[in-house]
């Protein structure tokens, strides 16, 4: 990834698969988030606050971020296929 790119989203997959969510702003995460995640999303996003969360509002928090910008199901998709940048964590 070039440096003056700026991820405005994190993949779909990655963020419901280790429970974090980007708003831009905020990571919001649970207490159940694996600090791999956290430390990948730091790598592509490089500043955040972070925020711990419950299950219930990570969840509502996925919903409003990835069901809001979602015009179809390919647009998921399409979240899904750019986590290219991401490093496996396991």
Not at 1 to 7: G, V
Not at 11 to 26: C, E, I, N, R, T
Not at 41 to 65: I, N, S, Y
């Amino acid at each position: 990834m070039a440096s003056d790119q700026t991820i405005h989203q994190l993949p779909y997959g990655f963020a419901k698969q280790y429970s974090v969510v980007f708003d831009g702003v905020s990571l919001f995460q649970t207490a159940e988030t694996p600090l791999a995640a956290l430390l990948e999303a730091q790598r592509v996003l490089t500043l955040f606050t972070l925020v711990e969360v419950t299950a219930t509002e990570l969840e509502k928090q996925l919903q409003l971020r990835y069901q809001a910008g979602a015009d179809s199901a390919s647009d998921i998709v399409s979240s899904l296929d750019n986590s290219d940048e991401f490093l496996p964590l396991a």
